[in-house]
């Protein structure tokens, strides 16, 4: 068989020895636009998951690049004058340079013929080549020549960054962020050799514009840098290789082969160099597909099991490079944190990093992160003098007002099914009092009706008569008596969504006897199949703020310790807020004023009836999951308009404004349109997007994603209170 | 790894009405045998483009021959069939076999079955909530029989991968029906769809169903894993992915189970890839 490989980067030349040394047969052929010894690029990076793979691949290689690289286990974070490390993160680096002379070395003696000065810009006929493998980076000609087969993508990221090397040594993996009267300047900086380092210095584009970066020569930007980061560098230089002040591109491709032609590494997809695995990926890549070519005759199958096997890695990992980028182009939102939280916040950045992950790398860190936090969380000072022992922030306490919480986790307890009218039953009485024996700082419910066409189903709780407000009395009684949990009521008025079944069955049903007349912002249906509901008037908006309001010192006179208003997920206070339900052309209606303003009177409303040592929280769809749905923009001056109206914490959702526009489902759903509030907003969140772990609540806290956290342990899962099909006796095999 | 569904797990087993060649008669008496056996349910399969048996004929002959056990469909892919049809169809079956029907549905991944059916790929994801939706009216409303066994219909599962799976799992569903993988894909899979069942307020947790499959001895293993690459033959070489993980030795049944199970799993069920009850005999031995 005859391969031709275009491009001699890494990618390249791995995929090459390895295709020869497995089938000596083979006339394998590496084509380089450049002479042997120009390279680009200062250094790359390697985990120690990618050094064994190496070693597995070609043993001999691996020793070459293991004898010649510098590893470093500790990341350097540099941040308002202060130094934050943090340990056993192993990561290797070498010279791009040296890298790529060990592998034309490991060709020469396989075999594998490499012809530098040599341009492909075409893919060469079926005489020259059996098989194409278009190694040629990210630019790649041969994929551009395929353009329509292959279907790249270009993202452009919003950062400027400009890759320099500095021959100052580095100890360390070292992060600098450094604020300037133009704005932040960060560096990503790491050692790959004795002695030199790859500089990177990043910064969005408008800080880059008022910097007057944009206008500067080589030398000019060079010299800004330098004085800029003069304390990491030591007096040392920066050092160019034509390097520009550029964007970084993240590609993706539909497709990775077509016909004889096979794309590789940076000519296939590319990932933020902020997660350092642009090489890493590219030489896996040539792994795989090495091996696939060695496994099948037909040269297709082998792309095809190539691309099955590699994209589900890639994608992971751009997935992370893309977090990780979004990062670094919204950090301005992080700048208020303190060290220790603004460490944690960036090493848990891309979701692969948690607490339980660095407390085994560097329980130190972690340590001090926890004595940050319980500092922080009493009030106490951040500084040497804080805390010596510390909890998990999970079990750090949290003040709201005049309102002390034990812990910052929230047990939900579920919808709850009424008993007469609206009287919260036996079942869920229950569930409360037995979830408060399990220690969680706060228990909050399902909704609460506050008037009685307010309800979901007939059977939904309520909190708007004397009955029902001794029934709260004695339920907030059963939980302070058992333990210190606090108990947190949602109010509620079902607007578009009331007189449904109940929703053992499915949601959103319409009654079909004994239903109630609907009402919302406007007379939009919530479902196809539900009841139009009647725009509201000013009489309807008057009773409905009345109402919320009544619940309200009904809730205080029952002993009730939080409430949460929800202005989210479809329901009443929702139809105004979003767009896509709101089309009202009065002054309820409209720009984000307009459809803020009735919502913001029922929370006035509250507030002035709530007691002032009570905390208040509103719960919004912040996100619509639509197109046309509230921009997020506007979700962050709504959160900020909540709080300045007196709400002590907002709880962001995402879907159900529409029936079937929903948010991607599973664990953490929620977490970055919590981050996204909390620190944007700078508002304290309650987060309750399906965290199952305390790992995943104690790293949500520690980063400053959130206050509080709604935790959702399977087996304290709530079983249905009434459904035939459990009721049924069980048969056939039970395992144990 | 704790049980985190604390139930325990029932296993039933699939019939061999998507295996090429079975005979009429044997997917009565593979029920019987199944009935007879350790098993909680048996399932079936839907494939229009394929030498397969309808899936609501199979499960008709399946509740002639047995009184216990569960008929699951996993699943029939709802937007090929007409509404009205597909709920009388459920409806009958349902009220014929005691209320014993679990019906699983989803949008299918094979365009070719569109293409058959004379219906429109594009879109049928809308069609397929508008469906779910008629499907319970249809069922509650008795305007005609027969009624199911249960006043709401028989219980209703959804499947696929998408995040509109979940956000109909949770709207429609009374569970989610997974469509087959090793039980880290499972778990991933429940935990989407508990995510999407908490978030929308309904009262406990989706019913979970799973599905893989298995082929015992040498000879079967072989003929089981030529099946699957028959039978997923449209999905390109990710065939061998699926074929690969035929679980062919009774330790990698026991421990796929036991995978399931730990990720809240209430019933898997262990489709066949040969039509020799032979199969289910071995079957019954592990599971046993």
Not at chain 1, 225 to 243: I, K, V
Not at chain 1, 511 to 517: H, K, Q, S, V
Not at chain 2, 10 to 34: F, Q
């Amino acid at each position: 068989m005859k391969v031709l490989i275009v491009g001699g980067g890494p990618a390249g030349l791995y995929c090459g020895l390895l295709l020869k040394k497995a089938a000596p047969a083979h006339e394998v052929t590496v084509v380089e636009r450049n002479p042997p010894d120009a390279t680009y690029g200062w250094g790359v990076v390697f985990s120690e998951r990618t050094l064994g793979a190496l070693a597995d691949a070609d043993a001999k290689t691996a020793r070459a690049i293991t004898d010649r690289f510098v590893q470093w286990d500790v990341i350097d974070i540099r941040y308002r004058d202060t130094a934050i490390r943090c340990g056993g993160q192993v990561f290797a680096g070498i010279s791009r340079k040296t890298l790529l002379g060990i592998l034309q070395r490991r060709c020469d003696e396989l075999g594998v013929r490499l012809r530098f000065r040599t341009e492909v810009a075409d893919v060469p006929d079926r005489e020259e080549a059996d098989v194409v493998i278009a190694a040629d980076g990210v630019n790649s000609a041969i994929r551009q020549r395929l353009a329509r087969q292959f279907r790249p993508a270009i993202r452009e990221g919003r950062c400027r960054y400009i890759w320099y090397g500095t021959d100052r040594w580095l100890d360390a993996f070292t992060f600098v962020f450094r604020e300037t009267d133009a704005g932040l300047l960060q560096v990503h900086a790491y050692p790959f050799d004795g002695t030199t380092g790859t500089f990177i210095v990043e910064c969005d584009e408008p800080v880059w514009r008022r910097a007057g970066l944009d206008r500067m020569s080589e030398a000019e930007s060079i010299a800004y840098c330098r004085e800029l980061f003069a304390p990491e560098l030591g007096g040392r230089r920066l050092l160019s290789n034509n390097s520009k002040w550029i964007r970084f591109g993240t590609l993706v491709t539909a497709r990775w082969w077509h016909g004889r032609v096979v794309l590789l590494g940076d000519a296939a997809h590319t990932a933020h160099f902020s997660i350092g695995s642009g090489t890493k990926l590219a030489m896996e890549d040539a792994i795989a597909l090495a091996r696939a070519l060695e496994q099948h005759r037909d040269p297709q199958a082998a792309f095809a099991e190539y691309e099955l096997s590699r994209r589900p890695v890639v994608e992971a990992f751009q997935q992370a490079a893309r977090e990780s980028q979004a990062y670094f182009e919204d950090l301005r939102r992080y700048l208020h944190m303190d060290p220790p939280q603004f460490a944690f916040h960036l090493l848990s950045r891309s979701g692969r990093m948690t607490y339980d992950a660095l407390q085994v790398r560097d329980p130190h860190f972690v340590d001090r992160v926890n004595r940050w936090f319980a500092a922080a969380a009493t009030g106490a000072p951040t500084t040497a003098s804080g805390p010596v022992v510390a909890p998990p922030p999970m079990l750090a306490p949290l003040r709201l007002r005049g309102l002390a919480l034990a812990n910052r986790v929230v047990l939900a307890a579920g919808p709850g099914t009424a008993e007469g009218e609206g009287i919260p039953g036996p079942a869920f009485r229950r569930r409360v009092a037995d979830l408060a024996m399990v220690g969680p700082g706060l228990i909050l419910t399902g909704p609460v009706a506050v008037e009685p066409d307010g309800r979901i189903t007939p059977a939904s709780p309520g909190l708007y008569a004397a009955a029902q407000r001794d029934a709260w009395a004695g339920v907030a009684a059963s939980v302070r008596e058992r333990s210190a949990a606090r108990l947190a009521v949602t109010l509620n008025h079902s607007g578009p969504r009331g007189a449904t079944r109940p929703r053992a069955e499915g949601l959103d049903r319409p009654l079909r006897e004994g239903a109630w007349p609907l009402v919302a912002a406007s007379a939009v249906p919530y479902a196809p199949w539900s009841a139009p509901p009647r725009a509201m008037d000013r009489r309807d908006m008057d009773r409905v703020r009345d109402a919320f309001a009544h619940a309200a010192v009904l809730a205080a006179a029952a002993g009730i310790d939080v409430l949460v208003l929800q202005f989210g997920h479809g329901y009443l206070l929702a139809t105004f807020i979003s767009p896509l339900c709101n089309r009202r052309d009065d002054a309820y209606g409209g720009d984000l004023d307009g459809r803020l303003r009735f919502p913001l009177e029922v929370l006035d409303a509250v507030r002035a009836v709530w007691p002032a040592d009570r905390p208040l929280a509103v719960a919004f769809t912040a996100d619509d999951c639509a197109p046309g749905g509230l921009a997020r923009e506007d979700a962050v001056e709504t959160a900020r308009r909540f709080h300045a109206h007196g709400a002590d914490l907002i709880q962001p959702l995402a879907g159900q404004t529409m029936p079937d526009a929903g948010p991607a489902y599973g664990r953490g759903f929620l977490t970055p349109l919590a981050d996204l509030v909390r620190n944007e907003a700078r508002v304290p969140v309650l987060l309750a997007g399906y965290l199952v772990t305390t790992d995943e609540v104690n790293t949500a806290l520690a980063a400053g994603r959130a206050d509080l956290c709604l935790v959702d342990p399977p087996h304290l899962r709530a079983r249905p209170e009434q459904d035939s099909r459990t009721a049924e006796p069980k048969v056939g095999t039970t395992f144990r | 790894m704790t049980t985190q569904s604390g139930n325990g797990i029932r296993v039933g087993v699939g019939l061999p009405s998507a295996v090429p060649g079975a005979a009429g008669e044997l997917l009565g008496a593979w029920a019987a045998r199944a009935e007879a056996g350790p098993f909680a349910s048996v399932g079936v399969l839907d494939r229009l483009a394929y030498d397969s048996y309808d899936p609501f004929v199979a499960l008709a002959a399946a509740a002639a021959t047995t009184r216990r056990v569960r008929l699951v469909t996993m699943v029939v892919i709802g937007p090929l069939r007409n509404t009205a049809l597909l709920a009388k169809a459920a409806a009958s079956l349902d009220a014929l076999s005691g209320g014993r029907l679990s019906l699983g549905l989803a949008v299918g991944a094979r365009h070719d079955d569109y293409v058959a059916a004379g219906v429109p790929h594009r879109d049928r994801g809308a069609r397929f909530s508008a469906q779910l939706a008629a499907l319970r009216a249809q069922w509650e409303d008795g305007r005609f029989g027969p009624r199911p066994a249960r006043p709401g219909g028989p219980e209703l599962l959804v499947g696929g991968q998408s995040d509109d799976a979940f956000v109909r799992v949770a709207r429609y569903a009374d569970g989610y029906v997974h469509g087959g993988g090793p039980p880290r894909a499972f778990a991933r899979a429940a935990d989407r769809a508990r995510a999407a069942w908490t978030d929308a307020g309904r009262p406990g947790g989706p019913r979970l169903w799973g599905q893989v499959y298995f082929a015992l001895g040498d000879a079967a293993a072989e003929a089981g894993a030529r099946y699957l690459l028959d039978y997923y033959a449209f999905t390109g070489p990710f065939a061998q992915r699926i074929a690969a993980g035929l679980l062919a030795t009774p330790q990698a049944i026991v421990q796929t189970i036991r995978g399931y199970e730990d990720a809240g799993c209430e019933d898997l069920v262990l489709l066949p890839t040969v039509a020799d009850p032979e199969q289910l005999d071995r079957l019954a031995d592990v599971v046993a």
